[in-house]
């Protein structure tokens, strides 16, 4: 349900909003790899509909407080390259 509001959040350009919920979010369950992935992947999600909405602080952000909050252990190779991808599109603008 954190994902649907966040999601809506950011659809409406409420970015302060999603950030808040997505801290939230990121703070659950620290220790589950597999939801870690998940959240990972949510927040990638989420750089990338910054960077449509060209709220370039916003997904810089989102990013930061992933990499700071998600175990890295947690993480496989193609999480890495999805924020990777996602960040990528931040030099682009």
Known sequence: MI????????A????????RLLSKLLEI???DSNYSRTKWRFAAEL?????VQQKRAVAVNI???????????????????????AKGDLTLL
Not at 12 to 19: I, N, T, V
Not at 47 to 51: D, E, L, P, R
């Open 3 to 10: 994902q649907r509001a966040i999601r809506a959040n950011a």
């Open 12 to 19: 409406k350009g409420m970015y302060d909003e999603a950030q």
């Open 29 to 31: 369950a620290p220790d």
């Open 47 to 51: 750089v990338k509909t910054a960077v």
């Open 63 to 85: 990013a930061t407080a992933a990499e700071t909050l998600i175990n890295p252990a947690h993480l496989t190779s193609a999480e890495f390259e999805l924020m990777a991808r």
